[in-house]
């Protein structure tokens, strides 16, 4: 993870700054990384409590597939503007 971390980063340091072409890879697989280890976590912890019948939290999946397609689309509008730019 730090590693897609470190090449997001050095990507988008390119392409700001040394006029580089966009590519939005890093970033895609990076945003996809985090959804899954994130989607993993939460079934995880709905598992633990899954007998719990005080529990009751909100609607995880709901609210992490919603922050997903968020951040999907900060990646993905940067790369718009810069394809739209050149």
Request: aromatic share 12%; glycine share 4%.
């Amino acid at each position: 993870m730090l590693a897609l971390c470190a090449w997001t980063l050095f990507h988008s340091w390119q392409t700001l700054f040394h006029d580089a072409e966009y590519h939005p890879l890093p970033s895609l697989i990076l945003c996809f990384a985090v959804s899954v280890q994130s989607f993993s976590q939460i079934a995880l912890k709905q598992k633990m409590v899954s007998g719990d019948e005080a529990y009751r939290g909100p609607n995880q999946p709901l609210r992490a597939i919603l922050l997903s397609v968020a951040a999907f689309a900060a990646v993905v509008s940067p790369g718009v503007y810069f394809l739209t730019k050149a």
